[in-house]
């Protein structure tokens, strides 16, 4: 791979949610964005989603871990064998985040996966953030900075990505670079679609509340939510980062309320915990760019919109698409790790210093 121009790159993400895979080509030099190319996704089968859900919380080794990752780079492989790209960024499938304990696991083989497509897989992008006393988490900051540069923003703007987890990007585009001083802030801000999803999969057997309508038409319950809301992580200061089912004790208290009024509760806790986020970012922002499935979900957009005092618009109100930010992202990162860049500072997963990160798979 050319160590220096604009290159095209494939990146993929599997996120908390377990719906599917996403992949989207890009082209980039590390810290400019100058084109988009195609996206695809391959959505996982109910039982591919099943092996996932029962693996969640695992740790390699462990008994269903190895027919997780086949789920998962099976996925990858077949929805990757056709698409454009001199370098694959694969994230692969987190079941269990725990930094400052065991680490962070992403299931796949990034060298089995260069070994199918013949092509060069960046992988492991967590791990050496992890190691080095970092929260492994968010890693697209340092793409939203560059977003922000393509889409023209002038002052301080958040990307709120609203995926199983919440996590926020504050950024200032007039700062020199994505880790200059006070150029960004990133943490996670609470759960947002994983447990809504989780209790609409286990009561009715549907994947999501579609379009919040169950939630909108329910009451949220102020009890659990002022318990939620008391949890030390919101009074805790950034960096932090969370895993898909740290909060399993707000989902075990709603088990006794009415369906709509359950969703209400667990929509208002992603909501608040966004709101709270942003008590902690330097400045106020001109907007907040919502990307992830939480910006179809017309009742959080709203909730959110109600309570914050800047705009909150869909990232696509500014040219882009929330379907395929994630997978991008990767293919972002995915050039700055073959190329020494950082992936993460101090004011993203609060490791010490800008550090790069990933390991590179180069096909046999």
């Known amino acids: 791979m050319d160590d220096s121009g604009p290159v095209w790159a494939l990146g993929t993400m599997s996120g908390t949610s377990l719906d599917g895979v996403d992949a989207a080509a890009i082209l980039t030099d590390g810290e400019r964005v100058l084109d988009f190319g195609p996206g695809a996704y391959r959505a996982y089968s109910d039982n591919e989603r099943g092996v996932l859900h029962g693996a969640l919380g695992l740790w390699p080794g462990a008994p269903g871990v190895a027919a997780a990752a086949e789920v998962v780079q099976d996925a990858h492989r077949d929805l990757l064998a056709d698409l454009p790209g001199a370098l694959i960024g694969f994230h692969g499938q987190t079941l269990a985040h725990d930094p400052g304990g065991r680490g962070t696991h992403q299931a796949g083989d990034g060298a089995a996966l260069a070994a199918a497509l013949g092509r060069p897989v960046v992988w492991d992008f967590r791990s050496a953030d992890v190691a080095a006393g970092g929260q492994g988490a968010p890693l697209a900051p340092a793409f939203h ?164 005092v800047c705009p909150v618009i869909p990232v696509e109100d500014v040219g882009l698409d929330g379907d395929l930010l994630e997978a991008q992202a990767f293919a972002f990162l995915a050039v700055r790790a073959a190329r020494g860049l950082p992936l993460s500072g101090p004011c993203t997963t609060g490791v010490a210093t800008p550090l790069t990160g990933g390991r590179v798979s180069c096909p046999t």
């Open 145 to 308: 900075f560059a977003l922000a540069g393509h889409v023209g923003a002038r002052g301080p703007v958040v990307f709120l990505n609203l995926g199983g987890v919440g996590n926020l990007t504050w950024l200032d585009p007039a700062c020199d670079g994505p880790f200059a001083p006070g150029a960004m802030l990133a943490f996670d801000t609470g759960p947002a679609n994983a447990p809504l999803n989780d209790m609409m999969r286990a009561r009715f057997g549907q994947a999501m509340d579609r379009d919040g309508a169950l939630a909108a038409s329910g009451m949220p319950s102020r009890e659990v939510l002022h318990t939620f809301l008391g949890l030390p992580f919101f009074a805790a200061p950034p960096p932090k980062s969370l895993d898909r089912d740290a909060f399993a004790q707000l989902v075990a208290a709603v088990t006794g309320l009415p369906d709509a009024d359950a969703a209400a509760t667990l929509a208002e806790a992603a909501v608040q915990g966004v709101v709270r986020g942003l008590a902690w970012c330097p400045r106020p922002a001109g907007r907040v760019l919502v990307t992830g499935g939480g910006r179809r979900n017309r009742h959080i957009m709203a909730r959110l919109s109600a309570e914050l």
